[in-house]
């Protein structure tokens, strides 16, 4: 790191940006599967599981992910503390071990791991990642519950992935992790009864889904909508203004001219408003109808809402990866999400931090080695 002056920002000092770092590896440097300095010095393994009668938590199941079910409160505590320089003092006082790292990742997600992963792959050297989660993920983490003796798996955050092209950028992350196919075989229904049609992921909407519709909708009790596309929002206990709005919204296709490259005059026209306003006059739709009710879906995927992300989020991934993506296969998803994708990444930078071969199966199975 290097001393303070020239190109340090207002707050560096705080954050020890100009103090050699002095936290400890774990495994060669690889990654750090613990709480970090917010939470203590603990692994994954020996943090307590939240009682389930706390009401921020909540339950957090079982497995490797029981003591970090989303933004616990423990999480939530260190970072209020963090904001008010409760540990201005620690860093000070800290002891200078001597350790020099060749890269530090701050934050273990799949961008932290990927950085990790890209850099010992294409150059080589001593890394470290920094996180203040009990465990690797980031949004990319799963839930694990034991429903009578049988154990079910989902996932927390981030869920979906494309089918990439052979050869694409893509395509060679997915080598350089070990992750062995672009495309998932799914279970077949092979019960008595008719098969229900399902989708690859919880966001497709087949004919056999449906929504439900809360009292404070209704006016009385919940009530499902079966197949709310299929039969244009028929049904559904909303005014006619937010029926048509929502129709629109769902399948009007974009007019406008799209990015062609990354940092393009589209782009750049794009990236001056927001994803909100860009909804609003793209599908000619009321800023009540995004925030009541496309809010938790637009823009969910970059973790804030339309109100306070970029309009070129709308076309990002397809302008940076436009080779990416199959109409017919659609969007992929394994049972947790892209906890997979960590957990080959992880394996990829700490060969021993799961048992068996570098493969899809194996870390799915094999319980986290914090030790």
């Known amino acids: 790191m290097s001393d303070s002056g020239a190109g340090s920002r207002p707050g560096d000092d705080r954050l020890g940006m100009n103090a050699p770092i002095t936290r400890r590896d774990f495994i060669n440097g690889a990654i750090v599967a613990g709480a970090g300095l917010a939470l203590g010095a603990h692994t994954a393994a020996a943090l307590p599981v939240m009682p389930d ?32 320089g409760a ?18 990742a701050v934050g273990g997600g799949i961008s932290g791991l990927a950085a990790a992963v890209f850099f010992q792959k294409q150059k080589g050297g001593k890394v470290l990642v920094l996180d203040n989660h009990p465990i690797f993920g980031g949004e990319a983490k799963r839930n694990e519950l034991l429903v009578n003796g049988r154990r079910i798996v989902a ?9 990439v092209r052979k050869g694409s950028y893509t395509a060679n992350f997915y080598d350089m992790i070990g992750m062995d196919r672009y495309a998932l075989d799914y279970q077949r229904w092979r019960g008595p009864s008719p098969a229900m049609e399902l989708g690859n ?11 439900y519709f809360t009292p404070a909708f209704t006016g009385g009790k919940g009530s499902w909508l079966l197949d709310p596309w299929g039969k244009q929002l028929a049904g559904a206990p909303l005014g006619d203004d937010a029926k048509a709005e929502l129709l ?10 799209r990015p062609k490259t990354e940092g393009d005059a589209i782009s750049r026209k ?35 809402g339309p109100d306070a992300l970029s309009a070129y989020c709308a076309w990002a991934i397809e302008t940076e990866f436009p080779e990416d993506g199959d109409a017919a296969l659609g969007d992929q998803m394994f049972p947790d999400g892209n906890t ?16 068996g071969p570098r493969t899809i199966d194996a870390v799915t199975t094999s319980r986290l080695r914090t030790a």
């Not at 540990?87 to 530090?104: K, M």
């Not at 997979?340 to 048992?355: C, E, I, Q, S, Y």
């Open 270 to 304: 794009l990236d001056a408003m927001t994803l909100e306003d860009y909804l609003i006059a793209r599908h000619h739709i009321s800023r009540e109808t995004v925030r009541r009710f496309l809010s938790p879906v637009e823009g969910g995927g970059y973790g804030l």
């Open 155 to 163: 996932h927390q955050g981030s869920a979906i992935f494309p089918v």
């Open 53 to 84: 009668t706390d009401p921020f938590t909540g339950p957090g199941g079982i497995g490797d992910y029981a003591a970090s079910n989303g933004n616990t409160y423990d999480v939530m505590r260190a970072a209020h503390a963090m904001r008010d």
């Open 248 to 257: 629109r919204w769902r399948s009007v296709d974009d007019a406008g001219p």
């Open 201 to 211: 992921s919880p966001y497709d909407q087949p004919k056999d889904y449906g929504f």
């Open 340 to 355: 997979t994708f960590a957990r080959l990444m992880v394996k990829t930078l700490v060969p021993d931090a799961f048992t």
């Open 87 to 104: 540990f201005d003092d620690a860093i000070a006082g800290a002891t200078d071990t001597g350790e020099v790292y060749d890269l530090i």
